[in-house]
Every structure is written in C-alpha cells, then in structure tokens.
C-alpha cells in the first residue's frame, strides 16, 4: 500500500521559514510527478508548486521567489522550502504524487499538514 506522509508544519511569524518534507512510502514501481497543493477553509485546493522526476519545477505566481521545491528521488522524498512567509501563506499543505504501482499509475495525496503564518 502507497502513502505519502508529510512533516515541517507548524507556527511561524511573518517573513519567517518552514521546511515541508513529504515521503513516500509501500510497494511501488515508480514516483512521476511530485507536487505541494494548499487549502484554505471554503475553498479549492490549488497548485503551490510541481517538479517532475528530473528535477523540473513550476510554481504558482504567489510563492515565485519565495518558495522552492525540490525532491531526493534516493529518498522518495520531496520537500518545500519556504522563505519569506506570509499570513496569505496560512493553510493546510498537501502532497500529490502520481506513482506506478501495483494498480497501474494513480494519483496519490498525503493527509496534510498546518501551516500557520502569524505574529
């Protein structure tokens, strides 16, 4: 059974860093893309940042310059770097991969983490 399990959550005070890390773990053949989703209460969950298994990275324009994604495919890790934090950064983290696996190629989400930017 696949599982992505996310960590780094927490408090923080405006401009501040957290470190997101999301790993994967279970029988699987192959991870394909990875990604950092977010949510706020009573509304979708949008696209923070994707990188694909070579390493290539798109983010949504709000966290351009600020955040940076990467993945440790050793590891079948991808974490999130975030600097520069802001109160509009608050929200509930998720991480998506789509992974090959004994039921074919699926999409996968992890169970979320807080992340709460506030003095």
């Known amino acids: 059974q696949v599982q992505l399990v996310e960590s780094g959550g927490g408090l923080v005070q405006p401009g501040g860093s957290l470190r997101l890390s999301c790993t994967v773990s279970?029988?699987?053949?192959?991870?394909?893309?990875m990604a950092w989703y977010r949510q706020v209460p009573e509304k979708q969950r949008g696209l923070v940042a994707r990188?694909?298994?070579?390493?290539?990275?798109n983010y949504t324009d709000s966290v351009k310059g600020r955040f940076t994604v990467s993945r440790d495919n050793a590891k079948n890790t991808m974490y999130l770097q975030m600097n520069s934090l802001k109160p509009e950064d608050t929200a509930v983290y998720y991480c998506?991969?789509?992974?090959?696996?004994?039921?074919?190629?699926?999409?996968?989400w992890g169970q979320g983490t807080q992340v709460i930017v506030s003095s």
């Open positions: 990188i694909t298994t070579s390493g290539t990275a």
């Open positions: 279970g029988t699987f053949f192959g991870i394909y893309y």
């Open positions: 998506n991969a789509v992974i090959w696996a004994s039921r074919g190629q699926s999409e996968y």
